[in-house]
């Protein structure tokens, strides 16, 4: 319970949060089987920003407690940021692992890719 407490209560938005980051984290161990790219340090590390991702709501929700209000504005708002992050990863694992997706979503998938290799490639040539 102190768990949950340090995490500013159980609420719907943390559950929906928690169930994203163990549906990606196995969606994305599932894709690396899929396509032989399991490894150890990879797994770990995974596991490691998972941890992060849960203590940052954790700060948001301690910072939250200099607001007067009592409302949850940071905690809220990590909440929702992590889990559009999360998701949107679960949606790309579920892609890459075969399951059909609507033509729009994967039309959206393929213009973030080309945007990250885009930006990678700039990277490269500083």
């Known amino acids: 319970m102190l768990f949950f407490v340090a995490l500013g209560g159980w609420d719907k938005a943390l559950q929906v949060l928690l169930v994203l980051i163990i549906a990606e984290y196995i969606t994305g161990f599932l894709r690396a089987i899929r396509y032989g790219t399991v490894n150890a340090d990879v797994i770990g590390w995974s596991i490691v920003r998972k941890t992060l991702i849960l203590f940052i709501v954790g700060l948001a929700s301690m ?64």
Not at 96 to 119: C, T, W, Y
């Open 63 to 126: 910072l939250d407690g200099w607001n007067e209000h009592g409302v949850p504005i940071f905690r809220t708002a990590a909440i929702y940021f992590y889990c559009g992050r999360e998701g949107l990863s679960l949606i790309e694992h579920l892609g890459a692992n075969g399951i059909p997706l609507p033509r729009v979503m994967k039309d959206f998938l393929e213009q973030l890719s080309e945007h990250k290799n885009e930006k990678r490639s700039r990277k490269t040539r500083l």
